[in-house]
Every structure is written in C-alpha cells, then in structure tokens.
C-alpha cells in the first residue's frame, strides 16, 4: 500500500513537470514526414526549443515503427540559426527556381520571428541545467 503510494506520487510528479516544461507545441505534417516543434522550459524557467523529426518506417516482422531525430536549440542560437537556414533555403532556390525562398520564409515572418527571439527576456540555459533539480 505504501509503496503504491509512493508511485503515484513520483508519477504526480511527472505529470507535472511534463505539464510545467511544455510551453508551447507545434506540429507541422510534411508529406511522410512529421515535425514537432516545442517550446520548453527548464526548472529555472529558462527557454528553450526542441525540433523533433519523426519518419513512419516499417521493422522487421512488418511492425510499425517511428524513427525520431531530435534537434535542441537554446536561445542563444535562435538568430544564427534562423539566418542559416533561410540561407540555405535561400541557396536552394537560387538552384532549382521551384518555389522562392520568400513563400518559405517571408521576410517579414523572418524579421518578426527574429524580433521576438530576441526580445524576450532569457537567462543562458545550459544543457546540464535539464537534469539537475532546485
């Protein structure tokens, strides 16, 4: 009975620092392609952005599984990394001349993305702060 307690308890506890470090989610469906863009919190509060991309793929026996790469991006990257990619999403087109880089990445959704990031107010998240408790 106690030790039935006590897993309730740890589960509580999980629960709630799932629900405290989910602050924003996004998924974008991308052909056979799923991306999950979260916003979470670290227990200083501190912001950061996981980029997950998850593949349905089929293992052996025929089960149905999902191949998962993940991508952490702390504040302080939030502009470079911005800028990188529209150049690289800016290199394509110049390549193949299919779709512009401004339909994928205007340059205002660049510049009010890019304002906002930084914007807010952050303190520097370090990747062994996730772990470690208050």
């Given at each position: 009975m106690e030790e039935e307690a006590g897993i309730k308890e740890v589960i509580n506890g999980l629960e709630e620092?799932?629900?405290?470090?989910?602050?924003?989610?996004?998924?974008?469906?991308?052909?056979k392609r799923t991306y999950f863009f979260d916003v979470k919190a670290t227990r200083k509060d501190d912001y950061y952005l996981t980029i997950t991309e998850s593949k349905k793929r089929l293992g052996k026996e025929g089960k149905v599984f999902y191949e998962k790469h993940k991508i952490f991006l702390y504040k302080e990257?939030?502009?470079?990394?911005?800028?990188?990619l529209k150049e690289?999403?800016?290199?394509?087109?110049?390549?193949?001349?299919?779709?512009?880089?401004?339909?994928i990445l205007s340059e205002s959704e660049f510049h009010e993305d890019k304002e906002m990031l930084?914007?807010?107010?952050?303190?520097?998240?370090?990747?062994?702060?996730l772990g470690k408790k208050q």
């Open positions: 620092r799932i629900n405290k470090e989910e602050i924003f989610s996004k998924v974008v469906r991308a052909g990257d939030f502009v470079k990394f911005a800028e990188g690289a999403v800016s290199y394509i087109d110049s390549c193949q001349n299919e779709t512009t880089a401004d339909q930084v914007s807010a107010e952050f303190t520097n998240v370090e990747f062994e702060d």
